[in-house]
């Protein structure tokens, strides 16, 4: 059959032939007569062939123009609908097994198996050129040379464990800057947690006093004064307060009163001080604060629970209990039910103004659900046959909510999964030696992973960077959430690029963050030496890494969105 290509290039040689021999003689004209019923007939056949190529073009146009219709009055479910119903799925077989895979377009396909990331997944190839240094200088003062008689440092520390754990570390550099004599802290018992526990109830209280001994004198209890007990004198000083404000606002009353009890003290000092009061920072997190043997004993047994189980896994610090979800204002979702829940318990905060959830989200300051952390943990390299340690407390939405994040990795572990109820009796009526236990794992495991920039994240970021730099991924939920909006307009493989591309600079590897970067806790700078002559990053990843650690949450920013601050705007008014 004739096609239409090859009638449009006789018809163009007809025409040309035409138009050479106009002007020529009567034989030629009547030969062109003859001719011209051809070229008349093909002209026909041409535009019958151009009639149905327009008519196919029209229908074509016509379905595309309906597609559009269709997708502006009736959008896809977007990442941030947690309780929409999912449809679509597709299963993978996983060693023998099936695991449901989410699938929610046709084109965003995601695959069971992780994808090569281009490095190792469970360590950074130069971090054993990086340690811990906090090891005080030949210059620094000793305790038995600068402790004065007869002045004493009382702590009451706020908040959660690792909130705490803020004010038991800066409590041992105020009680040095003031030339006093430390009791041990008081944890606080009274706040949301309403755990009874005490200092010796958590931590090992003797280790502590020997460890720091050269640093500063502490005692477990205040002496009596005359005979009687002793009442310290209370006050509170301002956030971040430096050693200027200290002595101004408590060196006065401690010379005074002789005693002086500290509330609230919680980063009620500098992120900011001098490299020496830096280090002493470090040696009490990292090496003084030692959680008591039972507790040791049993974060250790998870542990090897879980390394039983797997050569690796990942520890997750979830973050989406619905204490967490309401006090940062954050929306998933879940319509007038999750507004009217979630609301009744901000209540509790009165002095929390009204949110704009999405402002919150779209400046990256909401968790990630548990689907999209699944998501982002996969598109970084993870496969379905990973082990998932989660570290949480009651997450909002129950197993609706985990359900597509044990889709995506159903090896899930908890406490109470991999320990039994009498094995855990000893700690589940209490908050902070719980925590413990999530904390001893979170730490030990191959790579941990917070889904919010949190009193303990950042704790655990800090310590794992400290000891060898071990992986701690953190997620660039401000690039994240715009990506997760539209992650049905774009296939599998478009869209783990680009979480690994905002991944950089939030993935705990050496040199991501600037020196005095965030908070201290975090970025422990001071006390971080590597050796020489290592370069630890190509030029290129180097900047970018620099460039994404600028989006890190730091302290000088209010962190509303922890629960571990539930007092913090409270503490704002009253200061």
């Known amino acids: 059959m004739t096609t239409l290509k090859e009638l449009k290039k006789l018809f163009f040689s007809l025409k040309i032939r035409r138009k050479k021999s106009e002007g020529n003689n009567n034989t030629t004209t009547i030969h062109l007569h003859g001719s011209n019923g051809f070229y008349i007939g093909l002209k026909l056949i041409l535009w019958r062939k151009r009639r149905r190529v327009f008519s196919f073009i029209s229908a074509i146009s016509g379905c595309l123009l309906l597609l559009l219709f269709s997708s502006v009055y009736f959008p896809p479910p977007t990442a941030n609908n947690l309780f929409l119903p999912r449809h679509s799925s597709v299963r993978h077989v996983v060693k023998g097994r099936e695991a449901l895979e989410y699938n929610f377009e046709a084109m965003f396909q995601v695959p069971a198996s992780g994808g090569n990331l281009g490095r190792d997944l469970w360590s950074w190839s130069q971090s054993t050129f990086y340690y811990g240094c906090s090891n005080a200088s030949k210059t620094f003062r000793t305790a038995d040379i600068k402790t004065l008689p007869d002045r004493y440092l009382l702590i009451a520390t706020s908040g959660g464990l690792n909130q705490q754990r803020t004010g038991i570390i800066d409590a041992v550099v105020a009680a040095y800057m003031l030339n006093a004599t430390l009791v041990i802290p008081r944890l606080d018992q009274q706040s949301y947690w309403k755990d009874t526990s005490c200092f010796a109830d958590i931590f090992d209280v003797n280790w502590f006093i020997s460890y720091l001994s ?31 404000c200290y002595e101004t606002r408590v060196l006065p009353v401690l010379n005074r009163t002789q005693a002086v009890e500290l509330t609230k003290f919680d980063y009620r000092l500098s992120n900011r001080l001098d490299t020496e009061l830096q280090k002493l920072r470090c040696r009490v997190n990292y090496h003084a604060l030692r959680f008591t043997d039972p507790i040791l004993k049993m974060g250790k047994l998870l542990v090897e629970r879980m390394k039983m189980k797997a050569k690796h896994f990942i520890a997750l610090h979830l973050r989406f209990e619905p204490d967490m979800l309401a006090f940062s204002g954050c929306y998933y979702g879940g319509g007038d039910k999750e507004r009217a829940e979630l609301g009744a318990i901000r209540k509790r905060w009165k002095t929390l103004h009204a949110s704009n959830p999405e402002k919150v989200r779209r400046n990256g300051k909401c968790p990630l659900t548990p689907e999209e952390v699944g998501l982002m943990l996969r598109a970084l390299g993870f496969g379905s046959d990973v082990h998932v340690y989660v570290a949480s407390g009651d997450v909002y939405g129950g197993e609706e909510s985990l359900a597509p994040l044990k889709g995506l990795f159903p090896n899930f572990h908890s406490k109470q999964t991999i320990a039994t109820k009498e094995e855990l009796a000893q700690f589940s009526s209490f908050s902070g030696r719980m925590a413990a236990l999530d904390y001893i794992v979170c730490d030990e495991t191959d790579v941990f992973v917070a889904n919010n920039n ?7 970021a800090g310590r794992r960077r400290y000891f060898g730099h071990k992986p701690a991924i953190r997620p660039n939920a401000k690039k994240l959430y715009k990506l997760f909006l539209d992650r049905n307009n774009m296939t599998w493989e478009e869209f783990s690029s680009r979480v690994r591309t905002y991944q950089i600079g939030f993935m705990g590897e050496p040199n991501e963050m600037k020196p005095g970067k965030g908070e201290f806790h975090e970025n422990p700078d001071s006390c971080l030496c590597q050796a020489k002559g290592i370069e630890t990053f190509e030029e290129k990843n180097r900047k970018d890494a620099v460039k994404m650690s600028d989006e890190y949450q730091s302290i000088e920013d209010p962190d509303w969105i922890d629960v571990d601050y539930l007092y913090k705007i409270e503490e704002f008014m009253s200061d």
């Open 454 to 460: 949190g009193n303990m994240a950042r704790m655990l």
């Open 214 to 244: 050269r640093d500063v004198e502490i005692i477990k209890e205040l002496p009596p004064k005359g005979g009687k007990a002793w009442i310290p004198r209370t006050i509170r000083v301002p956030r971040k307060c430096d050693p200027t």
